[in-house]
């Protein structure tokens, strides 16, 4: 069945002309001529890449049903992710494209969820926030507490992040993966 263009929001998963998008970001447009129409920032799931598209309710758009299951972040292959579903022990792979954007996030043995599309997994989504190890951490400069200062700090995952001044090589910190954002420092 047909999805009218005033369904879609952000972050559902639709299916056009056969391929699957993820909907990143999207602006209703209303002309006093002419119908209304979208513009959406998608994701193709299978690749990995963005695209702006221009959606109308002619275009063959359908609301995809994804299923999600409980999975576990085994190990890196090469430029695969290999993950394994915590009920079956099934094991699923990704390549690095199709993790990019979350792949800092990711430390093995960490529980997740698993985005499926008739049994075929097509995504991954990290907790809503992680506990990562600071590795790296240039010295806060005495003087700069007063303004509440940032600096960047990289993590375990070779991710790096605005942190407080205070932190320091060995802190455990907590991230959001939303946002990239520091939230607390856990030890």
């Known amino acids: 069945m047909g999805l009218s263009i005033g369904e879609i929001t952000r972050g559902m998963t639709i299916l056009k002309d056969g391929e699957l998008y993820e909907v ?13 129409f979208v513009r959406a920032k998608l994701r193709a799931l299978k690749t990995g890449r963005v695209v702006t598209e221009t959606l109308r309710d002619s275009d063959n758009i359908e609301a995809a049903f994804m299923e999600t299951r409980d999975l576990q972040y085994l190990y890196r292959a ?12 099934e094991q699923y792979e990704l390549p690095q494209e199709m993790v990019a954007d979350i792949e800092g996030y990711l430390l093995e043995g960490m529980d997740l969820q698993g985005v499926f599309y008739k049994s075929q997994m097509v995504k991954v989504k990290p907790p809503n926030f992680v506990d990562l190890k600071v590795v ?52």
């Open 24 to 36: 990143l970001e999207f602006e209703h447009v209303k002309r006093a001529r002419g119908s209304a």
């Open 78 to 89: 090469g430029t695969a992710f290999v993950f394994m579903d915590k009920e079956s022990f």
């Open 136 to 187: 790296e951490a240039p010295p806060g400069v005495k003087g700069d507490t007063a303004t509440g200062g940032e600096k960047p700090v990289t993590l375990e995952t070779g991710l790096t992040v605005k942190a407080p001044l205070f932190v320091k090589v060995g802190d455990v910190i907590r991230v959001d993966t939303r946002t990239g954002a520091y939230v607390e420092r856990v030890s």
